[in-house]
Structures are given as C-alpha cells and as structure tokens.
C-alpha cells in the first residue's frame, strides 16, 4: 500500500468512527423506538442497554479491523511490518476505551472524563505510528533505514513502559481480555526488577517524545534521500 492510499485510508476512517460515533445515539433511539418494545415492560431498557453495549463493539470492529489491515499493508510496504503492525494492534486495543468514552459526549463533565482516561495516550502512541507510516519511505537501506531501526527500538520501549495505560484496554476487549491479568502481572514484575514503578508516567512521556522524534527523523530522512536520487538522475 503506497503512502498516499494509507493517509486517505486512515483519516477517512477515524473520520467515519467519529460519525458513526456521534450518530449511533441517535440510532440506537430510532431502533428502540420502531422495535415494539413498549409492549413489555422493562423491555425498552433492556435493549437499549444492549445496543449501547453491542451496538458500540460493532461500530469499532467496522472501523478499527480495517485500519489494523490497512496498518499491516503499509508495514509491509514501508518494510516495517517487524514492530509497526504489534505495536498499532497494541495501541488501538488500549485506546478502546477512550472510544466508548467518547459516545458519552453529552455528558457535561465530557472533556474531564476524557482526559482522565489513560486510554488517551495509547491514542497518542497511536496517531504518531500512523504519521511514521504515512512519511516513511519504501527503502530500507541508508538513513531511512536506520531510523526504522531507531523507531523500532522507540516502539519496543514505549510499549513497556506504556503497559499500564493500553492493558485496560486489551482487558476491555470479548475474547482477549483473559490475557491482559497474565501479561500485566509479568509486566509489572518487570517493572518493578528495574525499579521504574514509580516513574512510570515520566517515562511513558519521555517515550512518546523519543517516539515523535524518530518519526521526523523518519521523515527528514527520507526528504535528503529523495533530492539525493533526484541529483543523481540529472547527472
């Protein structure tokens, strides 16, 4: 997938999860509504508790499992498939409940639930990988090559520091959240052998920045490559 078929993917689909997001309340009343349930009583509430629950889960697998394809085709055409499509599988299970959360954006309190939530830098994490797989070349020799290498290393170190803020998030998900008690439990013995427990949070912050800056030297690199093969085809 080339890069310019990845960025229109990608936007178009958080575009459509915010859509759906904000249409799907609406939705879920239209169906109580035409769905004859005012004839039983409770009957109402249970199924908007439902949609609500189910109703959610379907709109993020319509978005979300096409992006995780989408990022696993622009891996394998940036060649970065190696820790790129881990680490995004990682960082969109965490973000998950920052997604519920945002079909709460009626609440008042919206913006401090929001924030609050850990969930919000798995997102970040998230948004960084798909810019370094939209400005990344397609070689993986010279500085371009190297600089996957420095973003690999980034990713590998911001998901372990970064494991209490995606974990809830793999918890969160049907089927797969039996794993999260497992590696949360080997995690934090991890951290805790490096006596990192407490500065957790400085670290996971420090990551993202290293992450940021592997991306622009993913993307200035590849700018000095491609005036290099423009001069040299002049020649």
Not at 93 to 100: C, D, T, Y
Not at 109 to 137: E, H, W, Y
Not at 188 to 207: D, F, K, S, W, Y
Request: with cysteine; net charge neutral; glycine share 10%.
């Amino acid at each position: 997938m080339s890069a310019e078929i990845f960025i229109r993917r990608w936007l178009g689909l958080f575009a459509m999860l915010a859509g759906l997001i904000v249409f799907a309340p609406f939705l879920f009343q239209a169906v109580i509504g035409n769905s004859g349930c005012g004839a039983t009583s409770g009957a109402c509430t249970r199924l908007g508790t439902a949609l609500e629950l189910y109703g959610l889960w379907v709109v993020l697998a319509i978005v979300l499992i096409p992006l995780a394809v989408a990022i696993a085709a622009r891996a394998l055409t940036a060649g970065m498939f190696a820790f790129a499509f881990p680490f995004g599988l990682i960082m969109i299970a965490g973000s998950i409940p920052l997604f519920f959360a945002l079909g709460n954006f009626q609440d008042p309190a919206f913006l401090d639930n929001l924030v609050a939530l850990r969930a919000v830098m798995p997102l970040l994490f998230l948004f960084v990988l798909l810019v370094a797989l939209s400005v990344a070349g397609d070689e993986d020799e010279g500085a371009s090559g190297a600089w996957k290498m420095v973003l690999g290393f980034a990713a590998l170190a911001a998901a372990f520091v970064s494991a209490p803020d995606w974990l809830p998030g793999l918890e969160a998900i049907p089927y797969l959240g039996h794993i999260a008690a497992p590696l949360s439990w080997y995690l934090a013995r991890a951290h805790g052998a490096l006596g990192i427990v407490e500065v957790l949070p400085q670290l996971t912050n420090h990551a993202l920045i290293g992450f940021i800056l592997a991306t622009a030297g993913l993307m200035f690199s590849r700018g000095r490559e491609t005036v290099t093969v423009r001069k040299r085809s002049y020649a």
